[in-house]
């Protein structure tokens, strides 16, 4: 996984997420749509079998009917929880009381009835099998010629109607009750196996015994409707997941485009072609900051580049003008001067060779803070510093004006804030035509030291530069008086380091003032 490409790597993970949440949220959707059906369906078992029971409680005798094409189905048992049919289950409800129930003529049934309208057909034994013609003629008859009676009986013989479950007797009378079953406790669902779902009522009768009474639904419908909507989702499911890993595949190519001419503009660029940028895409989105950044890099890369090549340039020449005046001042002796002579050519050279050592720890020095080795190591005072530094004997006595008592502590390194003041001092001393005034003070989140000289100063286009590395000014301040040209580079750089800045402007005494601000310690 981690050797493939991010679009890859991208296209992998969405289609994977994707699908795992589209399976997860399929199953989630069968499993509730089966419980839902399953629950409609035992619904229905139950409103069927409430139907039931309201006829009964009407006093109404009869069976239980159903729907044969929806394959609901009553079913019967007994106080011992044993199966039985519909004679049998009747019969229970007659041997239970005997003088509990009525006879009454067919056409006292109206208008829920079916006096004079009874089809032949529609009359059946209890036990579902056909009647004889006889049957059935004896039954019209009957009909025909029946009267208002009201009495006991027991029907030995009785028919049921189709449509409705009303029980008849051979003689064409309607059973009905005269004492109602009482229905005892809760419908309960009744556990007939996976293929059904089923729901019994209890039935208290007469003479206390009981007998349950149920409905069964099949639940074919429900694993039918089931399978269809899994097969539905399951051919659908694959051909989302391959339409969703196709968008983000070309989604992340569009988008990973730019990335790729960015690479290839990067590999382009080389340590002579820096000049050269990669491309920014026009969206303002987080490639377009990708491309602004890498080129910021390549604008610090060169600028570093343009820098060291200057400083090397620079160091060269400054480097060999020492060198060629040693190597001059000991050619003229060799060939020249006697004995007594090289006491003062030795002096030359020394010389010489004491600049060219300074030079070369000015630009060891920068190197180091170019390469941020600087560390705080401790608080300084830099009240102490300046005192210090201001006693030291020179040509130009410098002036220092300081608060009494003022503690001006920052945290940094000591030996660097000396070479800092030393050679602002330094620099002011070679260029004042005769005061130097030292000023510190401190601010309430800074420690500021202006070193003034009233030499020629600086003139204001020149006021930057000045702090760049081996920089030569014209006129007056361009004359050698001694200094490597790299004493306000490193007072610039360990400004820098310490958090500061160091800046040049008018002095009110006349010539530069250079200005070192650094943040205060606590």
């Known amino acids: 996984m981690s050797q493939l490409g991010l679009r890859a790597r991208l296209t992998v993970f969405v289609t994977a997420t994707f699908a795992a ?6 199953w989630v959707a069968l499993d509730r749509i089966e419980a839902s059906l399953v629950a409609d369906t035992r619904s229905n078992a139950e409103q069927v079998l409430g139907d039931y029971l309201d006829t009964i409680n009407g006093g109404t005798a009869t069976v239980g009917v159903v729907d044969e094409e929806v394959g609901t189905q009553f079913f019967y048992r007994d106080a011992n929880g044993d199966s039985i049919d519909e004679r049998e289950y009747f019969q229970l409800l007659f041997s239970s009381a005997d003088d509990e129930f009525s006879a009454v003529f067919s056409d006292s049934l109206a208008p829920d009835g079916f006096a004079g309208t009874i089809d032949a057909e529609a009359l059946v034994g209890l036990d579902g099998e056909p009647l004889s013609d006889e049957e059935v003629a004896a039954i019209m008859a009957a009909l025909e010629a029946a009267e208002p009676f009201q009495g006991p009986l027991v029907p030995e013989d009785p028919f049921i109607v189709e449509d409705s ?12 009750f005269a004492a109602n079953p009482i229905t005892s406790g809760p ?4 556990d007939l196996g996976d293929d059904v779902v089923a729901v019994s009522q209890t039935l208290q009768l007469a003479d206390g015994s009981t007998v349950d009474v149920g409905v069964s639904a099949p639940l074919q419908p429900v694993t039918d409707s089931i399978d269809a909507f899994a097969t539905v989702v399951w051919v659908s499911v694959p051909v989302l997941v391959a339409m969703v890993a196709g968008v983000t595949w070309l989604a992340t190519s569009r988008a990973l485009n730019p990335v790729s001419g960015i690479s290839a503009q990067a590999r382009a660029i080389s340590a002579d072609r820096l000049s050269e ?10 490639i377009h900051e990708l491309a602004e950044t890498v080129n910021g890099m390549l604008d610090r890369i060169e600028a570093s580049q343009q820098r060291q090549r200057r400083l090397v340039s620079d160091a060269s020449h400054e480097l060999r003008s020492p060198v060629a005046a040693s190597r001059a001042q000991l050619e003229v002796a060799l060939v020249a001067n006697g004995p007594d002579d090289w006491a003062e050519t030795a002096k030359v050279v020394l010389a010489e060779q004491q600049n060219l050592s300074s030079l070369i720890d000015d630009l060891l020095m920068l190197s180091r803070l170019d390469e941020g080795e600087f560390r705080p190591q401790s608080d300084v005072d830099v009240a102490e510093l300046v005192e210090a530094e201001v006693a030291r004997p020179r040509p130009v006595r410098p002036h220092i004006h300081q608060r009494d008592g003022l503690e001006a502590l920052i945290e940094g390194d000591v030996r660097l804030l000396e070479r800092l003041l030393r050679n602002l001092v330094d620099n002011a001393v070679r260029h004042a035509e005769s005061a130097v005034e030292v000023t510190l003070h401190r601010t309430t989140d800074s420690v500021v030291v202006h070193v003034d000289d009233d030499g020629p100063g600086v003139p204001e286009a020149h006021r930057r530069a000045v702090f760049e590395r081996f920089t030569r000014l014209d006129e007056a301040r361009d004359r050698d008086r001694g200094g490597s040209g790299l004493g306000l580079s490193i007072v610039h750089e360990v400004a820098a380091a310490h958090g500061g800045t160091a800046t040049c402007g008018e002095a009110p005494i006349g010539g530069a003032r250079f200005t070192v601000e650094l943040p205060a310690g606590v």
């Open 21 to 26: 949440a589209v399976v997860a949220g399929a």
């Open 165 to 176: 479950g009303q029980v008849v007797t051979a003689e064409g009378v309607a059973v009905q």
């Open 187 to 190: 419908t309960e669902v009744v």
């Open 277 to 286: 940028r990669v491309p920014v895409p026009e969206a303002h989105d987080e």
